[in-house]
């Protein structure tokens, strides 16, 4: 087990002394990765490679590789963080990526004492340019988690812990349309495929392989689990508990992946018999492998006597044969045993091996981490469900009966669907091999979180709380549940109308006639007409006749109506005539340089001031009684007023005796106060 220590940082000390500390701590202290670590390589094997930004190889130019003021810092961050959380995803690396890209830019050094709130925010601008849209939010949020660090540890010399991420969570749920409809297809499981492997499961086969797919998908469809989980299930995993009714429940115990520790998922009870067949088949597949396993983790030093072993003394010289049957290798002639042993890099002679000598050669091929199959979740191979022996559920080869394997969700999802890189008979999914085809005719393929989508899709139409989905699915953050939530919109809609039968989002056509459109006169009887309240009185406009043409320019238009003695919207006029005076000063000495464009500018400002002078002056003055009604006449543009212009135009060249329309319009114009708008 890696040795886990924490950095105190000294506080007499300063920023570089601190920093000097701490990664001296994380290169010699730390055994983190292994104690033979090689610290110095720019390229961690199965760990990280310390890369500038956009390098995405795992073999870096010596010009690829991150700054040497940046690195050693970059190497310690990383190691201490994954020691003490280590996580699946390693999204230090995306931050300190970002971070030496943007103290470049910004300082031309990568040293991270130039870490500042610019620094931080070009770090965010890169990594949200960079990275997708998912992976950008957890990338700042990982940003922070760094800037918090080294503040409170004093790495740097000035803090910076109050910074945030601008990166907020992308929201890539999409209810309605074409593009949700393709979504939802995409996340959730073929219906097609769904019965098939249904049908596979209860016709209780006795392929290897099918057993191992079919028990692993049951099982996902029994509580909504991440592939791994199912995966690094312990043998003892059933749970039973009678509730305060009496009744007994059945659930599984798991190890969820995503911050949500060691819990029970409850089986609904429609799904129990099946997740017990599940658990049953697979403890009977792996029965041989959990048997070995505790053999070796007993530290065992005779050769593992499996059913084929050959019965002679553990130090008898074999024949290549019986080395090959040892071994448990699938052979029909002397030849095919000579060919197995040197593909082994074993002698191909008679006499040179015992049992005893390939023992010692078993142990050293066992698997990474033995005796774990997962060890964040405590889970040995002894005690794990889905413990496999090597090539077990392999269509051609023979099961090696003393080697041991760890099934990963690629092995499982390999099987769930085509590889067309492989060529068209390379591979065989279990459809294909039950022959099973889609409805046009194509193979069918699923993926394993497919399960975790569509249960808790099935979950949100039965009305689960999110509290409860987000703890049934082993998750930390409830708002996760959003991307597993697959409901059509008809469907939300519908559970809109459930939740209050009084108001019916589609509304009953009966209730149509009840709020039809009134006329004009009958709008203007009413003894309280709708009001739109500004931020500096109230607007009187007509919204009947037609819409607001001074959007958010209501000082400019005459429909709008102040009241004397309101003391804050006065208040806030004179702020709008103090931040306009200023505008207008700097629209004359855009005029007075000749700057393009700088008249049209000028004149609206002019228009705006002397509108707000006017208005502030009769809003302050002491002869005005409180209460009062103001509006400001002005000329103000409207449609109405356009055509208006137009025909009094056009009425120039009429002369037939009477008044000419022009006038008439004219005249209208006048006793409206200046306008028709």
């Not at 990982?142 to 910076?160: A, D, G, M, Q």
């Not at 658990?279 to 505790?294: I, M």
């Amino acid at each position: 087990m890696p040795d886990v220590v924490f950095f105190k940082p000294r506080s007499e000390n300063e920023a570089k002394e601190n920093l000097a500390a701490f990664i001296q701590l994380c290169r010699k202290e730390l055994t983190v990765f292994g104690a033979d670590l090689n610290w110095g390589a720019a390229t961690w094997p199965k760990v990280q490679t310390f890369a500038k930004l956009g390098v995405s190889t795992r073999r870096p130019q010596p010009d690829q590789v991150m700054d040497e003021d940046f690195i050693q810092f970059a190497k310690a961050y990383f190691r201490y963080q994954q020691g003490h959380k280590p996580t699946g995803t390693k999204n230090e690396g995306k931050a300190l990526r970002a971070l030496e890209s943007a103290l470049l830019q910004v300082n031309g050094s990568a040293h991270i004492s130039g870490i500042s709130i610019v620094v931080l925010d070009e770090a965010a601008k890169l990594g949200a340019e960079y990275y997708s849209k998912g992976a950008a939010y957890h990338f700042g949020r990982e940003l922070e988690r760094l800037t918090s660090f080294v503040s409170s540890n004093k790495l740097i010399p000035h803090s910076v812990s109050n910074w945030s991420s601008p990166i907020r969570r992308h929201e890539d749920t999409i209810r309605t349309g074409m593009k949700a409809k393709k979504d939802r297809e995409k996340k959730l499981p073929n219906q097609t495929a769904l019965n098939a492997l249904a049908e596979i499961f209860a016709n209780n086969p006795e392929n290897h392989r099918d057993i191992f797919t079919t028990s692993v998908f049951a099982l996902l469809m029994s509580a909504p689990s991440r592939i791994t989980e199912v995966l690094a299930l312990p043998v003892d995993c059933e749970h039973f508990e009678t509730d305060r009714k009496g009744v007994e429940r059945y659930g599984l115990r798991f190890f969820s992946g995503k911050g949500f520790d060691g819990d029970i998922k409850w089986v609904p009870t429609e799904m129990v018999g099946i997740a017990k067949q599940a658990v049953a088949r697979a403890k009977a597949l792996s029965e041989n492998a959990r048997k070995l396993a505790t053999y070796v983790e007993a530290n065992s030093t005779r050769f593992y006597r499996h059913s084929d072993c050959p019965q002679v003394a553990d130090d008898t010289p074999l024949t290549i044969e019986q080395s090959a049957q040892a071994l448990g290798m699938n052979y029909q002639t002397r030849k095919d045993a000579r060919t197995s042993l040197f593909g082994r890099k074993l002698s191909t002679r008679d006499g040179v091996h015992t049992l005893n000598s390939l023992w010692q050669h078993t142990l050293e091929r066992l698997p990474e981490g033995f005796p774990y199959l997962d060890k964040p979740a405590g889970i040995k191979f002894s005690n794990a469900l889905f413990a496999l022996n090597k090539t077990q559920l392999h269509a051609v080869k023979a099961t090696l009966p003393v080697e041991l394997i760890k099934p990963t969700n690629n092995f499982f999802n390999n099987d769930l669907g085509p590889r067309e890189a492989l060529g068209k008979d390379a591979h065989q999914s279990i459809f294909d091999r039950h022959g099973y085809r889609d409805t046009d005719g194509a193979c069918l393929r699923m993926t394993s979180h497919q399960a975790r989508h569509l249960l808790n899709t099935i979950a949100q139409r039965g009305g689960l709380s999110n509290l409860a989905i987000a703890k049934w699915s082993g998750r930390a953050d409830v708002n996760q549940n959003r991307t597993y939530n697959h409901m059509t919109e008809f469907e939300v809609l519908a559970r809109a109308e459930q939740l209050d039968p009084s108001k019916e989002l589609f509304g009953p056509t009966g209730e149509v006639a009840k709020n039809l459109p009134v006329t004009t006169q009958e709008f203007n009887a009413m003894e309280q007409g709708p009001i739109h309240v500004t931020e500096y009185g109230f607007c009187v406009h007509d919204y009947t006749m037609s819409p607001c043409e001074k959007y958010r320019d209501c000082i400019n238009c005459t429909e709008q109506v102040c009241i004397k003695g309101d003391d804050q919207k006065l208040e806030r006029v004179k702020k709008r005539l103090d931040k306009t005076e200023r505008l207008f000063a700097a629209a004359q000495q855009a005029m007075e340089d000749g700057d393009m464009g700088a008249d049209r500018w000028y004149q609206y400002q002019e228009k705006t001031v002397i509108r707000l002078r006017e208005l502030v002056s009769i809003l302050d003055n002491p002869d005005v009684e409180d209460g009062s009604q103001v509006k400001l006449r002005g000329n103000d543009f409207s449609q109405l007023r356009r055509v208006a212009e137009k025909k009094s135009v056009e009425s120039k060249s009429v002369e037939d005796g009477g008044q000419p329309s022009g006038a008439f319009l004219t005249q209208m114009a006048h006793l409206l106060g200046g306008g028709l708008g």
